[in-house]
């Protein structure tokens, strides 16, 4: 079997999630996968589904140099009655794009509070 059979899964999955620049090359008995996630999710997930077929990470056969896409941000200071499905309505984004843009500041997206300086990603 080889390689490519063998993570067929993990780049499929990497064609779905839409990595751009996705290369996948097999050179002396290394699978090498390469490219550039929309975001931190996306690349987690990626690791993921490679820990799901190598759950020790013993096999040694994969190289993924996967790179998240840097978004502009805007900011945001946070006001009273505010959600973040509010903020990300109004400036055309989802909630879940805030949260996973200011995950060093926001521990549950239910609770934010009044003067939080929110980083809003742009496209």
């Known amino acids: 079997m080889s390689l490519q059979d063998k993570y067929k899964e993990l780049t499929d999955l990497a064609n779905n999630l839409g990595i751009s620049n996705l290369e996948v090359r097999e050179q002396d008995n290394v699978l090498y996968i390469d490219g550039t996630a929309k975001s931190a999710a996306n690349k987690e997930e990626l690791w993921n589904a490679y820990g799901k077929i190598d759950p020790e990470f013993r096999s ?40 996973e ?11 934010i509070q009044p003067g939080w300086k929110l980083k809003i990603p742009t496209m």
């Open 60 to 99: 040694a056969d994969v190289v993924m140099n996967i790179a998240v896409v840097e978004r502009e941000a805007t900011e945001y200071t946070v006001k009273s009655g505010d959600s973040l499905s509010k903020i990300g309505k109004l400036h055309g984004v989802s909630w879940q794009d805030i949260f």
């Open 101 to 111: 843009a200011n995950k060093d500041l926001i521990k549950n997206p239910d609770l």
